[in-house]
Every structure is written in structure tokens, then in C-alpha cells.
């Protein structure tokens, strides 16, 4: 994860970024990622499928999302 990094980076003690970062469920991080993305959306609806879908998951691991995250939201048809 990118926020693992940066605070790591910023002098954080590895512990209280786990016991943090152990807070946050995989929904949420889904939900997170989807409001990112329906914020994105628009800009990216004028692009082919397979090149919104591209730029959905390079915008999604730039603000540190797994690409697990990415095809769990694949399959909402809303956001293809």
C-alpha cells in the first residue's frame, strides 16, 4: 500500500501504521475506490472500453489500491 509508504517515509513506527491500516476492511477500501472512480468516470467516458479500463486501474494503484481492489470493482457493470 502507497499510505504504508508514506508514513514509513514520514518517520511513523511501523507498529501504529499496522494497528492503523488493520482499522480499514477490505469494503471500505472497495468503497473507496469506487467513489474515486465514479468521480473519474466522466472524464473517461468518452474513451474505448479497454482503454477507460487501463486508465482506471493506473488511477487506482497511483492512490495505492491493489489490483485486487481494481477487479472486484470490475465487475460492476455501472463502472465498465
Not at 501504529?16 to 468521480?39: P, Y
Amino acid at each position: 500500500r502507497a499510505i504504508s509508504f508514506e508514513l514509513k517515509m514520514k518517520g511513523v513506527d511501523q507498529e501504529i501504521i499496522e494497528m492503523v491500516l488493520s482499522d480499514i476492511n477490505s469494503t471500505q477500501e472497495v468503497e473507496l475506490a469506487e467513489k474515486l472512480i465514479r468521480k473519474k468516470l466522466p472524464t473517461l467516458q468518452k474513451l474505448a472500453p479497454a482503454i477507460r479500463l487501463q486508465k482506471m486501474r493506473f488511477y487506482l494503484s497511483q492512490k495505492g489500491f491493489s489490483s485486487d481492489i481494481f477487479h472486484k470493482l470490475q465487475s460492476k457493470e455501472e463502472l465498465v
